[in-house]
């Protein structure tokens, strides 16, 4: 008989993609103690080695998204400047292994949950007790009982296991009078990848495909024609699946997209179309990346309309803006385009009641299975808008699990607290600013003006007054200070400039926008940390003229910093030091505290 091993915690995630991965780190920075059950053997879902599919988010200038992600992607940079996916696995595994209140389950497979019926708050019929994993290298079991669980599994595992509501499928147009040309709903879904990467090589490299490829004709690929000259080729069209069931046939359909990707890379190789005789196969995916399967219903249903409208929610906890982008059913067989591009407001925003149940009193989810119908899903589904999800979830969950209240109960009572703990973890939010102590704001500012304590941490404003720059620059070794009369410091918060759109980078757009890349190209450019960062710098507190050290650092690779403090000073002097590209001056965002 195989063994048991039982596990309490206050949050179980089930799924260490993106989403579930900020969801654990974010809980458990708050204290929380978490179970983070994936199983695969690396994190990262789609953007992990196993797919390789890029992290995309909002559109627009200065809307990339912060807080962890921005952390996980200057780090990559800086361990990792060939984009190679090996150390990209380490660089996710790291995130999660240094934080100490999450025990991590890889290769470990949520198969069962035990749930309880009865009359909760707010209307919920069940609650989950507990979930079990099967962990196949230690053919041990896991049971997790935990307080509350997030479904950040793509799939939705937990939605079958327990009972909780959801939806397959597109919605008919007039359902949520949506901009849709689906007359009547259906079980359609987008399909999935197995993708592929290829390496330039200074001399040529044959290619000899097995006899059970799809070979292609120039009628099949006309309409997906691929380009090695570019850098934003990353074959996402190797596409099938959304006509059919897009979890019950995902092995067959894998045995359709192994043979699909190898006969288009025949084609590039071998069709004397393109000038592909130095290139190679580098990666060939036989983990189907998929878009869309069940999505949860929650207290509230995103969609097109709210989307495309800009409506504002005044439970704001994340922001999308990629564009409508539906995949046709019939994926890489559909002739004609493969896909829509429909332009979305950026940012647009995303409410905290589409992140739980409305029927399973402690469920969370995270990732493209929030609350959403189907034509919302086509732009909230990417990964940087669902890794801000998961960061939601995670600071949710840990006052839900801290003030022993629901999920919905913190909807109710305790927005403003999930909202400012957002801001302060560097979660940019449309409609809200961050806030600043009183005694900052009528503090004596030196070195610096007004701009670095209001609350506005991007290096330009895009919170609807002006288009003016708000950073401060700093000279190299001055000081930035606040005199006050004598006060307990709760916290300081700092905000650098990480430079979020790349311009201090090397390459294409592409290449200088996305952490990965697809194709290695000979003259593909060495990454480093964006020049504008401040690299070094010193931050001190001072009590009747007594200075002493809070934080000093030669290495820093954190566009923001939320420091508890919890002592008594009079003054604050923050010293910027460096920059990562060496320049006489450090450009300075915000710098205020409570």
């Known amino acids: 008989m195989l063994s048991t091993e039982h596990i309490s915690c206050d949050l179980c995630v089930v799924g260490g993609g993106i989403a579930g991965m900020l969801?654990?780190?974010?809980?458990?920075?708050?204290?929380?103690?978490?179970?983070?059950?994936?199983?695969?053997?690396?994190?990262?879902?789609?953007?992990?080695?196993?797919?390789?599919?890029?992290?995309?988010?909002?559109?627009?200038?200065?809307?990339?998204?912060?807080?962890?992600?921005?952390?996980?992607?200057?780090?990559?940079?800086?361990?990792?400047?060939?984009?190679?996916?090996?150390?990209?696995?380490?660089?996710?595994?790291?995130?999660?292994?240094?934080?100490?209140?999450?025990t991590l389950l890889l290769n470990c497979t949520c198969m069962d949950a035990d749930c309880e019926e009865g009359s909760f708050a707010h209307g919920?019929?069940?609650?989950?007790?507990?979930?079990?994993?099967?962990?196949?290298?230690?053919?041990?079991?896991?049971?997790?009982?935990?307080?509350?669980?997030?479904?950040?599994?793509?799939?939705?595992?937990?939605?079958?296991?327990?009972?909780?509501?959801?939806?397959?499928?597109?919605?008919?147009?007039?359902?949520?009078g949506e901009e849709s040309t689906t007359v009547e709903a259906d079980s359609m879904t987008m399909g999935m990848s197995c993708l592929i990467q290829g390496r330039e090589t200074e001399k040529p490299v044959a290619f000899t495909a097995p006899d059970w490829t799809r070979f292609l004709t120039p009628e099949e690929v006309q309409n997906r024609r691929p380009n090695m000259q570019s850098t934003a080729e990353n074959f996402w069209y190797l596409e099938l699946g959304g006509d059919r069931d897009t979890i019950g046939?995902?092995?067959?359909?894998?045995?359709?997209?192994?043979?699909?990707?190898?006969?288009?890379?025949?084609?590039?190789?071998?069709?004397?179309?393109?000038?592909?005789?130095?290139?190679?196969?580098?990666f060939l995916g036989f983990l189907p990346g998929k878009r869309e399967s069940r999505r949860m219903c929650g207290e509230y249903m995103i969609t097109q309309r709210d989307i495309s409208d800009g409506r504002v929610f005044p439970d704001e906890i994340a922001y999308g803006g990629w564009?409508?982008?539906?995949?046709?059913?019939?994926?890489?067989?559909?002739?004609?385009?493969?896909?829509?591009?429909?332009?979305?407001?950026?940012?647009?925003?995303?409410?905290?009641?589409?992140?739980?149940?409305?029927?399973?009193?402690?469920?969370?989810?995270?990732?493209?299975?929030?609350?959403?119908?189907?034509?919302?899903?086509?732009?909230?589904?990417?990964?940087?808008?669902?890794g801000l999800l998961g960061e939601a979830v995670g600071r949710a969950a840990a006052i839900a699990a801290r003030e022993g209240v629901s999920p919905?109960?913190?909807?109710?009572?305790?927005?403003?607290?999930?909202?400012?703990?957002?801001?302060?973890?560097?979660?940019?939010?449309?409609?809200?600013?961050?806030?600043?102590?009183e005694v900052c704001r009528s503090a004596a500012l030196s070195g610096g003006d007004a701009r670095l304590c209001n609350g506005e941490d991007r290096?330009?404003?895009?919170?609807?007054?002006?288009?003016?720059?708000?950073?401060?620059?700093?000279p190299a070794g001055s000081e930035v200070s606040y005199a006050f009369p004598?006060?307990?410091?709760?916290?300081?918060?700092?905000?650098?400039?990480?430079?979020?759109?790349?311009?201090?980078?090397?390459?294409?757009?592409?290449?200088?926008?996305?952490?990965?890349?697809?194709?290695?190209?000979?003259?593909?450019?060495?990454?480093?940390v964006p020049d504008t960062l401040c690299r070094a710098f010193r931050l001190e507190g001072e009590r009747a003229g007594e200075r002493c050290t809070i934080l000093e650092t030669a290495e820093n690779c954190r566009r923001a910093w939320d420091i508890p403090v919890n002592q008594c000073f009079d003054r604050l002097i923050l010293t910027p030091l460096s920059t990562w590209g060496g320049g006489e001056s450090v450009p300075l965002v915000s710098f205020d505290f409570e």
């Open 23 to 102: 969801a654990a780190i974010s809980a458990a920075r708050e204290g929380a103690k978490v179970v983070l059950m994936h199983e695969r053997p690396v994190l990262g879902g789609n953007a992990s080695s196993e797919i390789r599919m890029w992290v995309c988010g909002a559109a627009g200038e200065y809307n990339r998204e912060t807080g962890i992600l921005e952390e996980i992607a200057l780090e990559n940079y800086r361990r990792n400047p060939t984009k190679n996916y090996h150390i990209w696995d380490t660089v996710l595994y790291e995130f999660v292994k240094k934080e100490e209140n999450i």
């Open 459 to 474: 290096p330009h404003r895009i919170y609807g007054t002006d288009s003016a720059a708000t950073t401060n620059v700093i």
């Open 486 to 528: 004598e006060t307990r410091v709760a916290r300081i918060h700092l905000t650098f400039d990480s430079d979020l759109e790349r311009e201090t980078l090397p390459g294409s757009d592409c290449e200088r926008k996305h952490t990965m890349r697809a194709n290695v190209a000979l003259d593909a450019p060495v990454m480093h």
């Open 323 to 386: 564009p409508l982008d539906d995949h046709y059913p019939g994926g890489f067989y559909h002739r004609g385009r493969a896909n829509t591009n429909i332009a979305t407001p950026a940012p647009y925003s995303i409410p905290y009641r589409a992140l739980y149940s409305e029927n399973v009193d402690n469920l969370f989810f995270a990732g493209r299975n929030i609350s959403m119908t189907h034509t919302a899903m086509s732009s909230v589904r990417v990964m940087a808008t669902c």
């Open 124 to 176: 919920r019929d069940r609650r989950i007790r507990s979930v079990r994993g099967y962990q196949m290298t230690t053919q041990r079991f896991y049971e997790v009982e935990a307080k509350f669980f997030c479904d950040s599994s793509g799939d939705s595992i937990l939605a079958p296991l327990c009972g909780a509501n959801f939806r397959l499928g597109r919605e008919a147009a007039a359902e949520f």
């Open 249 to 282: 046939d995902t092995e067959k359909l894998r045995d359709e997209l192994v043979p699909l990707a190898l006969g288009m890379w025949d084609f590039v190789k071998n069709s004397g179309q393109y000038s592909a005789e130095n290139w190679e196969l580098e």
């Open 408 to 437: 919905h109960d913190v909807y109710l009572s305790h927005m403003d607290e999930l909202q400012e703990s957002l801001l302060r973890g560097d979660c940019f939010l449309p409609s809200r600013r961050r806030p600043v102590g």
